[in-house]
Each structure stands twice: as structure tokens, then as C-alpha cells.
């Protein structure tokens, strides 16, 4: 097997002030190969130009979740209730924000990669089974080894959950490179991974890049997303500033108390959720409510 560094980019989600951080710092660790996890689009304003400077870029890319959530609004495949819903008024500008040209991208996106200069590694979203099964720090390292056994490869490696991981087991390393553009692990910068081999095993370093959250801030507002994605753009606003989230856990403590998922319902959401508060532990309230 050659020496190789492979960079590998997650969970961008239209964020561009993110990805040319990341871009920049790509120019100074000079990998051989860059390979993209997933989720391009979805949960922010600049899908289109992300996928633009994806594309350019010539790096290859797998299907995430949220591309296929866009692409069901583009092909009118979505519950008619979500035409109306402002659950999910950010979906539909998103959706009608891609061109023609990213919608044909992000169409034929595979579910899985491989690097073309090193074996042994599998690029997924979520994981083998589906790019909306998440990995994460909460996952037994039982079920990792399921995943592991699944595939040809020892280095699995995946995005969706926006938190970093590096998981050693006995039939290999399963890593998650954390999210570009909207990381939950309280740390605001833009998160990837690096790979290197040198011919007989692999080293996994992440990365966290400053950018100015600000600027993509701005953006929200001068494109008109935050006054029309209604409560899914304003949770995901403050997702960007304190890097946790708080879109899921609005929408399953809406769904469980029995209101409607609307911007009127968050300050009172915002009383009962501390998101200092591990979320199992917030999971476990919200079944206590239940009761």
C-alpha cells in the first residue's frame, strides 16, 4: 500500500464561509485526496454554491439525508402537509434555492466511496446501512464491530451525527470527521479529517478551522432565509452560535407536549431545554413528561 493523506469533509450544509476556511487549510496540509461525507445541502442558505465549489473541485462526494430531504421537495415527494408546515418552511426555500445544475449533482451521488490512492477505507454518511443511521460517541462498540464486519475495509469513516469520533476495536477504526458547517460538539469551527498511511497502517488526525460565523450570519439574513425559514431557520441559528443542538430536540418535545412545531412555541421550549445538558439526559425528561 503507497503513502497517501486523504481529507475527508462532512456535513458542509450550504455553508460557505465554513467550507473556504477549510479550503484554505486543505491548500496548506496538501492531501493527495479529498473525499466529501454527505449533506452538501440542507440546513443553510449557499447549497447551490456549495455544490458548485464541491463539483469544480472535482472531489467525489456520497449522498447524505439531506440531500435526498431536498431532492423529495424538488420532485414534489413529500407529504402535502409539508408544503404547508413551517417545520418545514426552511426545506422548501432550500429546495427551490438549488439550480438545476445541483439538483442534477446531488441527484446521482453515490452511498459510498472508496480512495483511489490507498485501500482500505470506506467513506458512508451515516453508515453502511443507511446515510440516516448515526455513529457517535453513543454507539456501543458492539454495534460498531457490526458495522465493521459488514465491510471489506478497516477504516470506516462517516459524518451525519456533526460530532467527532475515533473508535479503536478489534476489527478496526471507525471515525466520524465532525461537521464543516454545523458541528454539535460546542466548538464552533469547521471540523474534517485527515488520513495518512504510510504503506502499512493509517493515522487519523481531526481538524478544527477558525471562520467567522458572523459572515455566514449575514448571510441568513441577506438571502432571506431566516425571515422565510420560519422555526427550522431560527433553531439552526443558534445551533451555528453555540454549536449544539437544537432543531431535533425542539421537534421531538413539540410532537411529545402536543404543540404545534412553530417559532410562537420556542421561548417555551427554550425554558425547559439546557443545552449544556447531555442529551440522553434531556431524553429522559422529555419520557418523564410522557409519564
Known amino acids: 500500500m503507497p503513502s497517501s493523506k486523504i481529507a475527508v469533509l462532512a456535513d458542509i450544509h450550504g455553508n460557505m464561509p465554513a467550507l473556504r476556511a477549510v479550503i484554505a487549510d486543505l491548500e496548506r496540509q ?3 485526496e479529498v473525499l466529501v461525507a454527505g449533506d452538501l445541502v440542507g440546513r443553510g442558505p449557499e447549497g447551490s454554491l456549495v455544490v458548485e465549489t464541491i463539483r469544480a473541485l472535482g472531489w467525489p462526494c456520497v449522498r447524505g439525508n439531506h440531500e435526498d430531504y431536498l431532492l423529495g421537495f424538488v420532485r414534489r415527494e413529500v407529504p402535502d402537509s409539508w408544503w404547508r408546515e413551517d417545520e ?27 480512495p483511489t490512492t490507498a485501500p482500505g477505507l470506506l467513506l ?10 448515526g455513529l457517535g460517541p453513543w454507539t456501543s462498540d458492539q454495534q460498531l464491530s457490526r458495522h465493521l464486519d459488514s ?17 479503536e476495536l478489534r476489527n478496526g477504526r471507525v471515525v466520524n470527521v465532525g461537521a464543516v458547517g454545523l458541528p454539535f460538539n460546542r466548538d464552533r469551527r469547521a471540523q474534517y479529517g485527515l488520513f495518512h498511511t504510510d504503506g502499512e497502517s493509517w493515522r487519523t488526525e481531526l481538524r478544527a478551522v477558525e471562520y467567522d ?31 449544539v443542538p437544537y432543531l431535533v430536540p425542539f421537534l421531538k418535545w413539540s410532537r411529545l407536549v402536543g404543540a404545534a412545531p412553530d417559532l410562537s ?27
Do not use: K
Open 30 to 32: 496538501a492531501p493527495d
Open 88 to 114: 418545514w418552511a426552511a426545506s422548501r426555500w432550500m429546495a427551490a434555492e438549488l439550480t438545476p445544475t445541483a439538483v442534477e449533482y446531488i441527484s446521482a451521488l453515490p452511498d459510498e466511496l472508496r
Open 124 to 133: 458512508v454518511h451515516g453508515s453502511p446501512c443507511s446515510n440516516q443511521d
Open 151 to 167: 465491510i471489506d475495509e478497516n477504516v470506516l469513516v462517516c459524518g451525519h451525527t456533526h460530532r467527532p469520533m475515533i473508535r
Open 213 to 243: 460565523t458572523g459572515e455566514l450570519l449575514q448571510v441568513y439574513e441577506a438571502t432571506g432565509f431566516r425571515a422565510q425559514g420560519g422555526v427550522t431557520a431560527e433553531l439552526i441559528r443558534l445551533e451555528v452560535e453555540q454549536a
Open 265 to 291: 412555541r420556542v421561548p417555551e421550549f427554550l425554558e425547559f431545554y439546557d443545552p449544556g445538558e447531555p442529551l440522553n439526559d434531556f431524553f429522559q425528561r422529555l419520557s418523564a413528561l410522557r409519564a
